[in-house]
């Protein structure tokens, strides 16, 4: 995947290790414990872009595909 293509949110946490499948990351983001970029994100599919920042888990991620 070239840098400066978007992931999806589910993919990024997945891929990141915060989840172990789709299925995880979707009950995650729905219940609005994953923030994008400082806002409570309830999309799976939000298309990140290389710079933002993923809160979840008390954990801070920045996109960097």
Not at 5 to 32: N, R, T
Not at 33 to 49: A, D, H, S, Y
């Amino acid at each position: 995947m070239a840098s400066d293509e978007p992931i999806k949110l589910d993919q990024f946490l997945k891929m990141k290790g915060i989840v172990e499948s789709g299925g995880q990351a979707k009950m995650l983001i729905q219940a609005g414990e994953v923030k994008v970029n400082g806002q409570i994100e309830t999309r799976r599919g939000r298309k990140l872009i290389k710079g933002d920042r993923v809160v979840t888990m008390g954990e801070m991620l920045k996109v960097d595909v």
